[in-house]
Every structure is written in structure tokens, then in C-alpha cells.
């Protein structure tokens, strides 16, 4: 349906899961979380998807919060108001930065608060040059969520993180690109086909490969150096006994290029 609130497509290997409210700049209303955890749940979950986009619709990629919501919740001193991030944002950011498979945010236009999270939570982000973040949450009192206090710092390190969060301002595309928050800007007008061959790629790739990295570095980031040294020994198993990893030693020694089919 043209006017959900998140519209999932599926087209060669790729997922794309787009947040559909234009007219709010995409920010998120319970009915837009329940929506996008569902997406998320969805494609991670399927075998035939092997890599993610997130992306927004119109002008915005996210600005976070529906604010107009928000203030409802408040006035009627709703539970929900404070049951949200864990029911929502936490699941959200878990999947967006663990699912078994690379993710990319593909950052139309501005992406504040929890937007601004959500992509930081992608493994990668091709970011319009027109496009910004602002980590808006203490502008209206709050702390941060969508696992900005972890994605963040890894990304920029500490002092910066901090900087951002306790002075929100926007950080434009150019500015984003410099501190690593982005990982290409890209002109607005070719951005969704710089994402699509970015995204194909990937899905011609390695895809368990691709998920083992991901929870390589994750655990590490966590873990001390024997611990990692051991995770990793894991996954090179894992991995290891792979249909892909075997045709690729194939095609090395027949001197081919491998081709994948991310099992």
C-alpha cells in the first residue's frame, strides 16, 4: 500500500525498507515503529535478502520522534511515552547493527535524533549532499537512544560524540563526510543510483561472510583480545564451511572470478 508508513522492496537480493511519511519528514509514530521493526524483522529474516538499504521518502530521511505524538503521550501521561524505546528503538538498533547480512543507509535529506541513530547503526552511508544529522535529543530535554551512546563514539570517538550530543547542530553532508560519520556524499540527484550499485554489489558478495564480519567487530568492541581472538577463530569455522568459501577456493585455483550465492 502507497500509504504505509514503511514500504518494503525486494529486487535482486536487495531489500530496501523505506519510512513513507513525507508529510512529517518521516518521523516516527508508533504505528511508523511497529511498522519498521516489522520490516526489519522481515528482511532479516529472509534468506533470499542479502543486503539492506534504509532509506526515507521526500525530504527527509528521519528526524526522529513525532513530536506532535509525543506531546499527546505527555499531556495524557501515557505509559506509552516511556515504553517506546524499549519496545521499539532498542529492537530497531539491535537489528539495524546485527542482522546476519550488510546494511546500508541511503540518507536523502536530514536525519535528526533517533533518524540520525538509525543510520549511524548501518554499516554504511552514502549521505546526499544536500542531506545532514543532528543529534537533536537534548534540545528537548532528553537523552540519547537508538544506540547513539554506542554508535557514535566508535564512529567520531569520544570527545567528539559528546560534543554533538550535548550541542546538537546540524552537520552537513561535506562536514559528516570529514568526521566519518558518512561514508560517500554523493550529488542528491544520484544518489539512489549510487546506493543501487552499491547494494548490488553486495548482494553478489559473500553474504555469510559479510554477517561474520559485522559480529566480528561487534563483539570486539566489547570484548578483550583472547575473547575476540576466539570469536573470530569461530566464524573463520563458520564460515569456513561455507558453499561460497569453497566455490571461491575453486575459482582462485582455475584463476575465475568467483561467483556467490551467499550460503
Not at 522492496?9 to 511497529?34: H, I, W, Y
Not at 517506546?84 to 546500508?104: D, S
Request: aromatic share 4%; glycine share 6%.
Amino acid at each position: 500500500m502507497s500509504d504505509a508508513p514503511v514500504l518494503v522492496t525486494r529486487d535482486a537480493g536487495v531489500a530496501t525498507v523505506q519510512l513513507n511519511r513525507p508529510d512529517a519528514m518521516n518521523s516516527l509514530n508508533v504505528a511508523t515503529k511497529e511498522a519498521l521493526l516489522a520490516a526489519l524483522q522481515e528482511v532479516a529474516e529472509d534468506a533470499e535478502v542479502r543486503v539492506v538499504v534504509l532509506t526515507g521518502s521526500g525530504r527527509a530521511f528521519c528526524v526522529g520522534q513525532d513530536l506532535k505524538e509525543h506531546v499527546g503521550l505527555l499531556k495524557a501521561q501515557s505509559d506509552d511515552l516511556f515504553r517506546t524505546v524499549r519496545e521499539h528503538y532498542n529492537p530497531i538498533a539491535l537489528l539495524l547493527a546485527t542482522m546476519n547480512k550488510p546494511v546500508i543507509a541511503a540518507v536523502n535529506g536530514v536525519a535528526a535524533g533517533a533518524g540520525a541513530s538509525m543510520a549511524f547503526a548501518c554499516d554504511l552511508r552514502i549521505v546526499a549532499d544536500t542531506a545532514g544529522f543532528n543529534l537533536a535529543f537534548t534540545g528537548i530535554a532528553l537523552s540519547c537512544d537508538t544506540g547513539s551512546s554506542w554508535t557514535l563514539p566508535r564512529l567520531v570517538g569520544t570527545a567528539k560524540a559528546k560534543e554533538l550530543l550535548l550541542m546538537p547542530r546540524t552537520v552537513k553532508a561535506d562536514e559528516a563526510l570529514e568526521l566519518g560519520l558518512a561514508t560517500q556524499v554523493v550529488p542528491a540527484a544520484e544518489l539512489e543510483a549510487t546506493v543501487r550499485q552499491l547494494a548490488t554489489t553486495l548482494a553478489a558478495g559473500p553474504t555469510v561472510a559479510y554477517g561474520s564480519v559485522r559480529r566480528a567487530v561487534d563483539f570486539s568492541a566489547s570484548h578483550d583480545l583472547a575473547e575476540s581472538l576466539a570469536n573470530e577463530g569461530e566464524l573463520m569455522t563458520l564460515t569456513g564451511k561455507t558453499q561460497d568459501h569453497a566455490d571461491a577456493v575453486d575459482s582462485f585455483l582455475a584463476k575465475e572470478k568467483p561467483t556467490f550465492h551467499g550460503r
